[in-house]
């Protein structure tokens, strides 16, 4: 976006302007793992990184962003997250009909919203790029009393997520529960 004008990256250096869920995506995208019906993306503070947030495969997918903005699907050992472990991705339970993503401000943490879930999850990010989900109940925030996840009101269809302007808050938007909570 230049001034308001709106265009699609060519493909260059091995980054491309689309990256789709399937060989057989619409003008020769990249072949992405685990992007089916993505809701929500999110750009990492220096840039490097872009993460998909999909409802329908219930994942959360990391990009390398190269120069210009164009795109390439990390290859990296943790590369996506989903799940059901969709594609090769890590199985992490709770991540079912992710609708939001959001990165932390200092660029060291990536959330997501999960609406069938009814918590959010934590993600330490990777060197790479590559995301790891926090262990323990520190990664999880759960409407219901889980395993691994800490209990707290107002999850029920997370669907939203926002980070404060100083990057000491998170807040997310639930449906169901018709509420914002922090």
């Given at each position: ?7 699609q ?30 809701h929500?993306?999110a ?16 994942s ?23 799940a059901?472990?969709?594609d090769?991705?890590?199985?992490v339970d ?12 200092s660029?060291n943490d990536?959330?997501?919203a999960s609406?069938?879930?009814n918590?959010?999850?934590?993600f330490?990010?990777?060197?790479d790029?590559?995301?790891?989900r926090h262990?323990?109940a520190?990664?999880?925030v ?8 800490t209990?707290?009101?107002g999850?029920s ?14 807040y997310?938007a ?9």
């Amino acid at each position: 976006v230049t001034d308001g004008i709106l265009t699609q990256l060519d493909d260059s250096g091995g980054f491309f302007g689309c990256v789709a869920n399937t060989t057989a995506a619409p003008d020769n995208c990249q072949d992405g793992r685990a992007l089916s019906g993505p809701h929500s993306v999110a750009v990492t503070p220096n840039g490097s990184s872009v993460y998909a947030a999909t409802f329908s495969d219930g994942s959360l997918v990391s990009l390398d962003r190269g120069a210009g903005g164009r795109l390439r699907m990390n290859t990296g050992p943790n590369a996506c997250a989903d799940a059901s472990g969709t594609d090769g991705c890590t199985t992490v339970d709770g991540l079912q009909n992710s609708r939001s993503v959001v990165v932390s401000r200092s660029g060291n943490d990536v959330y997501t919203a999960s609406q069938t879930g009814n918590r959010t999850l934590a993600f330490d990010r990777q060197s790479d790029g590559g995301i790891v989900r926090h262990p323990g109940a520190t990664g999880c925030v759960s409407e219901t009393a889980l395993a691994d996840c800490t209990t707290a009101r107002g999850q029920s269809s997370a669907f939203g997520l926002s980070t404060s302007p100083d990057g000491e808050h998170l807040y997310l938007a639930a449906f169901n529960s018709n509420s914002i909570t922090e």
